[in-house]
C-alpha cells in the first residue's frame, strides 16, 4: 500500500479514466478523481503532466503515468504482483497485449468513438464507428463463446480496459442485442468484487 494518495486526473463519464478508476476500486486501493474536463486539459498545469493533453493521468506522490492502459500495467505490477490480472508468464502476457492493443484500436475506432459522436455530438463518422463497432463485437462473440474472459479463465486487467466502452456501445447507438457471450462476459466483469460502476451517458433522441 502506498503512503500517498493516489490522484487520477480524468471525468467521470470517460471510459479510459473509468479501467483505471475500476481498477483501484477492485484492488481497494484509495485514489482522488481530479475533474479535468477539456478545458481543464489545455492549461499549462495539465500539459506538464501530460503533453498531450489526454485523460486519465496517473500521480502516485512524484511519479506520473498517462495513458489508461500504461496505468493498468502499472496498478497491476505496484498492488497486484503476484496475482491474476497481469500473467508473469510470457503466454499469458502477449494475450493480455493483444487486448490492450484492441482497447487502444478497434474498441478506441468503433464503440468509443460512436460513443462520442453520438453523447457529445463530436465530429466524426459514425457510419465508420459502426462498422468498426459491429466487427469487433462479432470478433469478441465468437471468441468468449468456449471462455469466461477475455485473456485467460480469470479476470485481467484486459477485461477492465475493453469493459467500459463495450457495456456501454448502446450510448453510441449499438445494440448488444445479438451478441450473446459479449453480454454474458460484461455481466461476469461486473460480478467481479469492487467492481465499479460507470455513469451511463444522457443520450440524445435520434434525428
Known sequence: MT???????GTVLSGHTHRVENFLSIL?????????????????????LNPLGQIPVLEDGELVIADSNAILVYLARRFAAGTHWLPDDPVGAARVQRWLSIAAGELKYGPAAARVITVWKLPG????????????????????????????????????????????????????DDYGHVRAWVARVEAVPGFKAMPISQIPEAG
Open 3 to 9: 503512503t500517498s494518495t493516489i490522484v487520477i486526473h
Open 28 to 48: 481497494g486501493i484509495p485514489y482522488r478523481l481530479a475533474h479535468a474536463p477539456p478545458a481543464v486539459r489545455q492549461t499549462p498545469e495539465f500539459r506538464a
Open 125 to 176: 463518422d459514425l457510419a465508420a464507428a459502426h462498422d468498426i463497432a459491429a466487427r469487433l463485437l462479432r470478433f469478441m462473440d465468437t471468441h468468449l463463446a468456449d471462455r469466461a474472459f477475455l485473456a485467460a479463465e480469470h479476470p485481467t486487467i484486459a477485461d477492465l480496459a475493453c469493459y467500459s466502452y463495450v457495456a456501454h456501445a448502446p450510448e453510441g447507438r449499438i445494440a448488444l
